[in-house]
């Protein structure tokens, strides 16, 4: 079999998935108590309105073809329309997105600049000062709910010792990677913890495999064994761990925007269920579980490329 | 490698927590673990349950001369906030829900995700593509935007934290149990029980269960946590506990309000949470090495 032999049936896997998750989606504004056109309109509400609401979502049909209603619109990228701000929930939305991507990938990219090193060392020298430090460290940062972590860390350095700002996004590219540092650390080390383990456990693993002994045997330097083969392995075992916890970041991204009071999506969600704004909130919910089944596409995508194997293995 | 790319980060953790816990340390020290983390635990429920026995100010009482005392304050310990109330007495009052929802959030949710897993396993074929075709679907959402959403519809509440919880975060009991029943059906006992011609049901639950039912044990240690995580999130958010009800993510949230002053607010709620948690994780250790001392 190839190596992209199995990513047909993963795609198939996916669409059935990608629909699941708009049935879910669909169904969430059922969970409302009571008259869902009441709840939607809330303070806004007037009998014209609700009829209106009720058209629209084709309250007065049967429930398929409510959902087949829901469907057609989403295809058009309507997610309904949000009192609250008076807008299009797409809009709403898409001014929403920039500072969640930019804080996933950044955190993203902080949490593989400190758990690839330490992890690899620790496996390397397992039981040494690194080794222990670090299982001390990560065991803690688990029992740590992230947003006490982000207060921490502004109490260290905003309030502390003001290096960092306490809140905000910041202008242009360098003024985000300022203003975002302290969310993204604070996300990044919720999100090390996993893989300074992992890594270290596949580090360990691969330092006992045969091939690595067949290396040494046919002479070559200790450096290099370590570089092309040890870490090499190590590495490519951690990247599944690494995509599924790209997905968990999420998350994390909730929590941390509002703790830093950033303008993104996660916040956006807890505002809009205090102002009762059920479009937006059904389209967040949708649009994060699209960016999870995505990276998840992208992770297994990557697996197979890193690593001719996998391809043989993917797809149950 | 496909089961790893599926699972959810406290599984994977679980797994690497197992192997490396059980390479370290004699047997006695393994238990020590164990000991060290019931130990732990127990003071905190101990703490919170005989509260109003040995506290000497209640959660609510304001008082006005002493507002934003200090930590080591006299008759404040932890110090007071914004309204002089006692943040010691506040943090042993509102454990209660953090507490309640790791033991009742997190049992429920492991007695109904170990059967529907069980099931799944041990039936295979349609049955068991049908029932993990659901688990994937909740797998695709992040837990807590999931939820959020839900909270969102029903209306934020305690109780409706605890409805929450229980919809969503079975799924990892199921997905855990059904690899084990998987492995486990293929067994030799499992084999000579259904030759025995025992029904499926007593091959199930007396043969089946008690084999794998260790690694759903030693992952609700893990959940625990992460519903305690859960609860104070949804708290600090605004979405769990309402003010005035003391709760660990409750009075964060209130604290943050005046971290450039007096730090201890938002601080000392937070290292209740690390106690208890770090308490779980190692019971969680613990147990994974005297359930599991094969795992190597």
Redesign the interface.
């Known amino acids: 079999m190839s190596r992209f032999g199995s990513l047909p049936r993963r795609l198939v896997h996916m669409v059935i998935l990608l629909f699941g998750i708009t049935l879910v989606t669909f169904f969430l504004l059922r969970l409302i108590p009571g008259d869902p056109a009441l709840a939607i309109l809330g303070s806004s509400y007037t009998h014209t309105r609700a009829v209106a609401i009720d058209s629209t979502l084709g309250l007065n049909r049967p429930i398929w073809s409510q959902y087949a209603l829901f469907m057609g619109r989403l295809f058009h990228g309507n997610l309904g329309f949000s009192f609250f701000y008076d807008e299009s929930a797409t809009t709403v939305i898409g001014q929403h997105i920039q500072p969640t991507i930019f804080l996933i990938v950044y955190s993203a990219v902080l949490a593989a600049l400190i758990s690839l090193p330490i992890g690899f060392i620790a496996g390397l020298r397992s039981g040494g000062v690194i080794d222990q430090s670090s299982r001390v460290f990560f065991t803690l940062s688990f029992a740590m709910p992230a947003f006490w972590l982000g207060i921490i860390l502004i109490l260290i350095f905003s309030v502390h010792v003001p290096v960092f700002p306490i809140s905000g996004f910041g202008r242009g590219l360098g003024g985000h990677l300022y203003y975002l540092f302290l969310p993204a650390i604070t996300i990044a080390l919720g999100f090390s913890t996993v893989l300074v383990r992992s890594l270290r456990a596949a580090t360990i693993g691969t330092l006992q495999s045969e091939f690595i002994d067949t290396a040494q045997m046919k002479g070559i330097r200790w450096s290099r064994v370590l570089r092309k083969h040890v870490f090499r392995n190590a590495v490519l075992a951690v990247v599944a761990v690494y995509g599924v916890n790209l997905a968990y970041l999420i998350s994390g991204t909730v929590l941390v925007e509002n703790v830093f009071s950033l303008p993104g999506l996660g916040s956006l969600l807890v505002n809009s269920v205090s102002d009762r704004d059920y479009p937006v909130v059904q389209g967040v919910t949708l649009l994060f579980a699209l960016l999870i089944v995505t990276i998840n596409l992208l992770t297994d995508i990557a697996q197979a490329a890193l690593d001719p194997r996998v391809g043989q293995e993917i797809g149950t | 490698?496909?089961?790893?790319?599926?699972?959810?980060?406290s599984e994977?953790?679980m797994k690497?927590?197992t192997?490396?816990a059980s390479r370290?340390g004699g047997f006695a020290r393994r238990r020590l673990v164990l000991i060290i983390g019931l130990a732990l635990l127990g003071i905190a429920i101990i703490a919170i349950l005989t509260g109003p026995l040995w506290l000497t100010q209640s959660p609510t009482a304001i008082d006005v001369l002493h507002p934003l005392a200090p930590p080591l304050t006299p008759g404040h310990p932890l110090g007071t906030d914004q309204y002089g109330r006692d943040i010691l007495a506040r943090i042993i009052y509102g454990g209660r829900i953090d507490l309640a929802i790791a033991f009742g959030a997190t049992s429920v949710t492991l007695v109904f995700g170990t059967v529907y897993g069980l099931v799944a396993g041990y039936f295979g074929g349609k049955t068991d593509s049908a029932l993990m075709?659901i688990v994937?679907?909740f797998f695709?959402?992040?837990?807590?935007?999931?939820i959020?959403?839900?909270?969102?519809?029903?209306?934020?509440s305690i109780f409706n934290m605890f409805v929450a919880i229980w919809i969503t975060s079975w799924v990892a009991y199921a997905r855990i149990m059904r690899a084990q029943t998987v492995v486990a059906k293929k067994q030799q006992y499992v084999l000579a029980a259904r030759a025995l011609g025992y029904g499926r049901l007593r091959v199930m639950l007396r043969h089946i269960l008690p084999n794998v039912a260790s690694v759903v044990i030693i992952f609700s240690m893990v959940d625990a946590?992460g519903n305690i995580?859960l609860a104070?999130?949804l708290g600090?958010?605004?979405?769990g506990a309402q003010p005035p009800t003391p709760e660990w993510?409750t009075m964060?949230a209130d604290?943050?309000n005046y971290?450039?002053t007096s730090?201890w607010l938002?601080?000392m709620?937070?290292l209740a949470?690390?106690f208890?948690?770090?308490a779980?994780?190692l019971i969680g250790d613990g147990l994974a090495d005297i359930l599991r001392p094969g795992d190597r």
């Open positions: 490698m496909s089961a790893m790319l599926t699972a959810s980060p994977l953790l690497v927590a192997k490396a370290r075709r994937d679907l695709a959402f992040p837990f807590l935007v999931l959020i959403a839900i909270i969102a519809m029903l209306g934020p946590i995580i104070s999130s600090y958010l605004g979405l993510g964060i604290g943050q971290i450039l730090w938002a601080t709620p937070g949470i690390v208890v948690g770090v779980f994780s």
